[in-house]
């Protein structure tokens, strides 16, 4: 079982930049998927970035201006968010899963409660 808490969300404005942590407990994550996905309002969840075995991959609309990175001392995964724009908007949730490369939401077993990020124009 791993437990998954977020934080780090608000309000900034577009170009604005922010990092979002997420700590786990429970079973050591090293050896999962470690991912981020958000939801817009009347959206479906969608994958924005993830780290297995130390390779880092991202969805199309993030790539080079997010960074995903992580602690295994410290169990937490970061989300670096650079030149963030008003479609960024949405809530940000953190997973973990069992299975390497996982970039859809049925691939990942476990689910942080999301934080709210909202940039403003």
């Known amino acids: 079982q791993v437990q998954l808490v977020e934080s780090g969300g608000g309000l900034v404005q577009a170009g604005d930049s922010m990092r979002l942590s997420c700590a786990a407990s429970?079973?050591?994550?090293?050896?999962?998927?470690m991912g981020w996905f958000r939801q817009a309002p009347g959206k479906e969840r969608e994958f924005v970035a993830a780290v297995s075995w130390r390779n880092d991959y991202y969805s199309d609309s993030v790539k080079d201006r997010f960074t995903i990175s992580s602690n295994n001392a410290k169990n937490t995964v970061y989300l670096q968010m650079n030149s963030l724009k008003p479609e960024d908007t949405a809530v940000y949730y953190c997973a973990a899963g069992s299975r390497s490369y996982a970039t859809v939401v049925n691939e990942y077993d476990y689910w942080g409660q999301g934080t709210q990020v909202t940039v403003s124009s």
């Open positions: 429970g079973r050591t994550f090293s050896s999962y998927s």
